[in-house]
């Protein structure tokens, strides 16, 4: 271990707690992708982009930011998670099978008939999902209902909701956004899944959400900016964003689309589109490596 | 069972239940868009303050934060004008509310044509089809203040979501303090052996009005009273069609999907049978006095009556 000269010994002690929590959570992030692709792969069927682009971020809050029991699903203060972009459910499967909510095996068997794990997640199906999610715009609004809920009781338990940047086009997430902020829903974190693409091509070009973060702080939230993929980033924010200020935070993560496997990243044709299995085969060896 | 003279608002009804409920269990929230006035839930908003949320003009904002307090384990009443609740918040009841099986009641007043003068913009008249559609929902059209009010408290309890379609104004009252309420138990208010007449809302004291006219005629009419329009009372309309052979259905919604459309693909799979509905034919609303309008869609005593002759004849 190479200590900087200039440090003293507690920022040496930091440092060092820090590194091990970044590789902990990284090499969790790396078998949770390794999930992503292989349950899409043989589903061949799945939304691959969008699921790598929140990887980090889940991993993050599941094994970091949020209390919770895998082993009691529905401990009463459990802090709550919300998927609000549905079509990511393989990155919430892959991070809920690594906790322990249900057997690893089920991934493999993801959009099958019978199968546990839906094509989007359903709660009455799949252990540890709040909400069932698919139809955008719909989750963050679910999500204030249960901060307005968990308010009424005095129960301390936080809330995290997870948005796409395409999903952003719909009006429900701003109907909830003017809602949380009217009601200082400060034990709800939101976090935006900021990739930059959406199906038809990039949000710019679809129908561009203009100074998104300007958005957010005039509906009445916290915000701040940071990158995604940093699971260190990642983790602070989510640890700011707990502080009781009377706002909803929002947390833009820049992220990268298909984040993890070269040719899908910040390619919008995996946006929808399960890797071919030579594809899959050759996204697994890169993902290996990583 | 005579028509009665006495008037009184449903909407009162759903008022009263509101605030026993909310006495009695802490779970109760209740949520509105804009409309707590019109829809009475303010009385429940001044009385439980900490327990009421407006969610302002945003009907597909109240449905899936409704759905998400209900994941709290709350149990949530969602109010606003059924249109807007069954047509502008439809995806939101179906994929988060009724999909995920939460214990939301959307008690929607302003129902049917007797919105009146506001006009069809206002007037939810495909409301049942879209609700009684969803798998999980169940659909409750009570008759008078006194069944408004036993059913709201009574669905309270019913495991997932229900809708219950309330109107807008003072209709005849059928029922008093005694009134207990049956879910899906279809109630039979006139005993009758010629021909069968199902109504819902308060259609049911047309179709009261109408067999009293009939009876002078020597057609002797039984009304039931199905305020479960989901799920079906199968038993109760099937024995008292297979006694009369005949059967009318009177609701103040479209023929299409509503309580008719119900009764019809019962009959259609277990017992053929010569079949009339009195409803709204495929056509949107339009402005005018409730009266004018129910003799204008042809929903009066006198028409439902005419219909009844016709298949009697």
């Known amino acids: 271990m190479v200590i900087p000269v200039h440090s003293t010994e507690g920022e040496v002690l930091k440092e060092a707690e820090e590194r091990e929590l970044r590789d902990k959570l990284e090499g969790i992030a790396r078998e949770v992708r390794w999930d992503i692709v292989r349950m899409i792969g043989l589903a061949q069927s799945g939304h691959p982009g969008g699921s790598l682009s929140c990887a980090d971020i889940l991993v993050c809050l599941y094994f970091q930011a949020m209390n919770h029991d895998p082993k009691n699903p529905d401990w009463r203060y459990r802090d709550r998670f919300v998927l ?86 719909e009006g429900g997430i701003w109907e909830a956004a003017m809602l949380a902020g009217h009601h200082c829903l400060d034990s709800l974190t939101a976090i935006l899944d900021h990739n930059g693409l959406q199906i038809d091509g990039s949000c710019c070009e679809v129908v561009s959400l203009g100074d998104v973060a300007a958005k957010w702080r005039s509906f009445g939230w916290d915000v701040e900016e940071i990158d995604g993929h940093d699971v260190i980033e990642v983790t602070r924010s989510l640890d700011r964003a707990g502080a009781a200020s009377g706002r909803p935070y929002m947390i833009i993560a820049h992220t990268i689309k298909g984040k993890g496997v070269s040719f899908m990243e910040n390619n919008v044709d995996f946006h929808g589109k399960a890797p071919s299995p030579e594809e899959m085969e050759r996204a697994l060896k890169e993902i290996e490596r990583l | 069972m005579t028509p009665s003279q006495e008037t009184r608002n449903t909407r009162d009804g759903y008022a009263a239940a509101l605030l026993e409920l909310g006495e009695r269990d802490l779970r109760i929230v209740v949520l509105d868009a804009d409309l707590a006035k019109s829809t009475q839930t303010e009385k429940f908003k001044l009385r439980f303050p900490d327990r009421f949320v407006d969610c302002g003009v945003a009907e597909q904002n109240l449905m899936a934060t409704a759905a ?5 384990d709350k149990i949530v009443f969602a109010s ?28 929607a007043s302003h129902g049917g044509i007797t919105v009146g003068e506001d006009g069809s913009s206002h007037q939810a008249l495909e409301d049942i089809a879209l609700m009684r559609a969803i ?27 229900v809708y219950v379609r309330i109107g807008r104004p003072k209709v005849p009252v059928l029922f008093d303090d ?61 024995e008292s069609a297979s006694r009369t052979g005949k059967v009318v259905t009177c609701e103040e919604h479209s023929v299409i999907g509503g309580l008719g459309g119900a009764v019809a693909e019962l009959l259609a799979e277990e017992m053929p049978l010569p079949m009339r509905m009195v409803g709204i034919r495929d056509s949107f609303g339009t402005s005018g006095t409730a009266d004018e309008l129910v003799e204008h869609f042809g929903l009066g005593s006198r028409h439902i009556a005419e219909v009844v002759r016709g298949l009697c004849g």
């Open chain 1, 84 to 169: 609000s972009k549905g079509h990511a459910a393989p990155a919430l499967y892959a991070v809920l099978a690594r906790c322990g909510y249900f057997d690893r095996e089920e991934l493999w068997r993801l959009r099958r008939l019978g199968a546990m794990l839906q094509g989007h997640p359903d709660r009455l199906k799949t252990p540890g999902v709040e909400i069932s999610t698919g139809s955008l715009g719909q989750g963050l609004a679910a999500a204030c209902g249960m901060a307005l809920g968990l308010r009424m009781d005095e129960n301390p338990a936080r809330i995290f909701a997870l948005v796409g940047d395409g999903e952003s086009q």
């Open chain 2, 68 to 72: 998400g307090l209900a994941a709290t």
């Open chain 2, 80 to 107: 606003t004008f059924a249109i807007f609740a069954t047509g502008r918040a439809y995806d939101q009841v179906r994929n988060t509310i009724a999909y995920s099986n939460l214990n939301v009641k959307i008690c």
């Open chain 2, 135 to 161: 798998p999980r929902m169940k659909v409750v059209v009570p008759a008078d203040y006194y069944e408004t009010r036993e059913a709201v408290k009574a669905v309270a309890y019913i495991e997932g979501p």
């Open chain 2, 178 to 238: 005694t009134y207990s309420f049956d879910f899906g138990k279809a109630l039979v208010l006139r005993p009758g052996r010629d021909v069968s007449m199902l109504a819902c809302g308060f259609m049911a004291h047309k179709a009261l009005q109408a067999a009293e006219e009939l009876a002078s005629g020597g057609i002797e009419a039984e009304v039931l009273d199905v305020h479960t329009i989901k799920p079906l009372d199968r038993e109760g309309i099937l």
